[in-house]
Each structure stands twice: as structure tokens, then as C-alpha cells.
T-cell receptor, first 112, second 115 residues
Framework: KNQVEQSPQSLIILEGKNCTLQ??????????LRWYKQDTGRGPVSLTI?????NTKSNGRYTATLDADTKQSSLHITASQLSDSASYIC???????????FGTGTRLAVRP | GAGVSQSPRYKVAKRGQDVALRCDPI?????LFWYQQALGQGPEFLTY????????KSGLPSDRFFAERPEGSVSTLKIQRTQQEDSAVYLC?????????????FGSGTRLTVV
């Protein structure tokens, strides 16, 4: 069973609308959680990184939240743009090492 | 260069052929990681280096996979006797240091297709 589960698997929204992507994890002990954006044919690019003590982190139109008690995170995208079309991957790092555990991602398509 | 560079971008190999994938990390980055990403999936860990030392190779799927970083900079991932199940994108990432809160910079990957 994957230690990082994401939902939905895919999502289509209209340009200008908001959306929220979910991430549940079981990785323990937990060090930090990152959200990455991966465009087709490109490597992942970091959006946010949050440690155990942080509840929210913003990067422009992207806002990530973290509830370490329930082991849930969300990524909220405001006023979506066509260029937001990509896969969004939740990544968790164990505090005992440096291996990143990736979720399978949410594929977002923003339509005009 | 400013980013992590991987070559080749695309590689088609006949089953049974050996391949070598190259990663040029950001200059000065101590940590280097290799990941395998199957179509529609998230990347999965293969191995990582701190300088020239390979600290963890637990993710390598078989003894046909071998990685090296002899001088602590450029790394090569070698796959011997390729099989169809090896078809994937191989991503390289580097980080300034070990310690999970450092940022990771990924290359664009090498897409390997075994026919």
C-alpha cells in the first residue's frame, strides 16, 4: 500500500476557478511534506515545503495546509490559469532519512 | 549550469541491451538521488549519494541496475540486459546537503523505452 495517497486522481476545472487537492499519508516518523508540480515531460518543481510544526504555507496562488495529527495535507489553487495544467504530487520525508516518498499525483487540467 | 541536466532525454533500447543514463547535478550539491517514474505514477526511489558515497541503494529493483558517482559530481545509472519492465522515466535530483528540509532540484529525466 502506498504510504502517500492522493485524491482525486484527476480533475478538470474551468479557468479562473479554485480547486483543492488532497493528500493523506502514513509515513512515520514524519519530517516534512512537500507539494511538487510536474509538467508533462519535465521533472517535478517544488511549490511548498512544510515541517511538522507548520499548518499552512503559501506560494502565490498556491496554498498548502498540513494537519500532522490526522496526517492530511491539501493544496489549494486560487484563480486557476491554463498554465496550472500539470500533475501535482505530494511528497513526504521520513525524519529518519532523506528518501522522498511520492504520492501518485493528481492530474489537473484547466480548460478555457 | 543552473539546473540539473540529464542525458539523453530519450533512449530506445532493444531488450537485452545495456544502457547508461547520465546526471549532471547542480554544482556544489552534495546529495544526488535517482528515481524511476512509470507512466501515470509518482517517482519511486532508486538510490542516493552523498558526494561519492552511495548511502542507500535499497530501491534498485535488481542487480541489473548499478549507479555510480566516482568524483562526487556527475552520476551514471547503468542498466544491464534491459527488460521491457525497465521502460520508465528516470529522474535525477540534487540537493545542497542531506537533511530533509533542503530543497531538491530535479532534472527533466531520461525517458527509456525498451522494445
Amino acid at each position: 500500500k502506498n504510504q502517500v495517497e492522493q485524491s482525486p486522481q484527476s480533475l478538470i476545472i474551468l479557468e479562473g476557478k479554485n480547486c483543492t487537492l488532497q493528500c493523506n499519508y502514513t509515513v512515520s516518523p514524519f519530517s516534512n511534506l512537500r507539494w511538487y508540480k510536474q509538467d508533462t515531460g519535465r521533472g517535478p518543481v517544488s511549490l511548498t515545503i512544510m515541517t511538522f510544526s507548520e499548518n499552512t504555507k503559501s506560494n502565490g496562488r498556491y496554498t498548502a495546509t498540513l494537519d500532522a495529527d490526522t496526517k492530511q495535507s491539501s493544496l489549494h489553487i486560487t484563480a486557476s490559469q491554463l498554465s496550472d495544467s500539470a500533475s501535482y504530487i505530494c511528497v513526504v520525508t521520513k525524519s529518519s532519512g532523506d528518501k522522498l516518498t511520492f504520492g501518485t499525483g493528481t492530474r489537473l487540467a484547466v480548460r478555457p | 549550469g543552473a539546473g540539473v541536466s540529464q542525458s539523453p532525454r530519450y533512449k530506445v533500447a532493444k531488450r537485452g541491451q545495456d544502457v547508461a543514463l547520465r546526471c549532471d547535478p547542480i554544482s556544489g550539491h552534495v546529495s544526488l538521488f535517482w528515481y524511476q517514474q512509470a507512466l501515470g505514477q509518482g517517482p519511486e526511489f532508486l538510490t542516493y549519494f552523498q558526494n561519492e558515497a552511495q548511502l542507500d541503494k535499497s530501491g534498485l529493483p535488481s542487480d541489473r541496475f548499478f549507479a555510480e558517482r566516482p568524483e562526487g559530481s556527475v552520476s551514471t545509472l547503468k542498466i544491464q540486459r534491459t527488460q521491457q519492465e525497465d521502460s520508465a522515466v528516470y529522474l535525477c535530483a540534487s540537493s545542497l546537503a542531506l537533511g530533509g528540509n533542503y530543497g531538491y532540484t530535479f532534472g527533466s529525466g531520461t525517458r527509456l523505452t525498451v522494445v
